[in-house]
């Protein structure tokens, strides 16, 4: 049964940076890509970039790069997302997903609240 | 501004149908796949239709997907309270090389 556990809420103060992590189980991880999508409250869906944890290639949405760095450790079968600099306006639910075929998400973590304020 | 347009709410009676319609350009729903998820209050997105019209184990039929041109369709026959819930429909831009949402639809039953 394939799960996606993220890291618990975090509190930043402006400037400050973050680094969620979303730790995998039930397939092997390295078969299949890990998504980031954030959800400001109150608003939609917002893709941030994907890791492929097979070569560690990434590509991030224009927004976020020079921001964010997506990472993972294969030994533990964890994805991290790190954003730099916050902002208030970073003040969201971050999502991590399994990304597979053309693409779409097959599975997600349970979110992780990143609250940005001074 | 999203990439994919979807209208902000639509509403029906429990055991009518209802449908969400996502319209983008040839650089993204044109070209690839589509998808669709739903988001109850409160929890993470679920994936609903993947590849345009395919459901993933455990998806009632209910809920049915397609796609003509750059635009795409999500149905839902025999509405239930239990559908209330925040819909968003998701490709592949060419343009952007990037992962693209709609800005989501609300669903009120």
């Known amino acids: 049964q394939v799960h996606l556990v993220q890291s618990g809420p975090e509190v930043k103060k402006p400037g400050a940076s973050v680094k969620v992590s979303c730790k995998a189980s039930?397939?092997?991880?390295?078969?299949?890509?890990i998504n980031w999508v954030r959800q400001a409250p109150g608003q939609g869906l917002e893709w941030m970039g994907w890791?492929?944890?097979?070569?560690?290639?990434?590509n991030y949405a224009q927004k976020f790069q020079g921001r964010v760095t997506m990472t993972t450790d294969t030994s533990t079968s964890t994805a991290y997302m790190e954003l730099r600099s916050l902002r208030s306006d970073d003040t969201a639910v971050y999502y991590c997903?399994?990304?597979?075929?053309?693409?779409?998400?097959?599975?997600w973590g349970q979110g992780t609240l990143v609250t940005v304020s001074s | 501004q999203s990439v994919l347009t979807q209208p902000p709410s639509v509403s029906a009676a429990p055991g009518q149908k209802v449908t969400i319609s996502c319209s983008g350009s040839?650089?993204?729903?044109?070209?690839?796949?589509v998808s669709w998820y739903q988001q109850l209050p409160g929890t993470a997105p679920k994936l609903l239709i993947y590849?345009?019209?395919k459901r993933p184990s455990g998806i009632p039929d209910r809920f049915s997907g397609s796609k003509s041109g750059t635009s795409a369709t999500l149905a839902i026959t025999g509405l239930q309270t239990g559908d209330e819930a925040d819909y968003y429909c998701?490709?592949?831009?060419?343009?952007?090389?990037?992962?693209?949402f709609g800005g989501g639809t609300k669903l009120t039953v």
């Open positions: 039930g397939y092997t991880f390295t078969s299949y890509g």
């Open positions: 040839s650089a993204n729903i044109g070209n690839n796949y």
């Open positions: 997903a399994r990304r597979i075929g053309e693409p779409y998400f097959d599975y």
């Open positions: 890791i492929n944890p097979y070569n560690g290639h990434t």
């Open positions: 998701g490709t592949w831009d060419n343009s952007l090389t990037a992962d693209v």
């Open positions: 590849d345009n019209n």
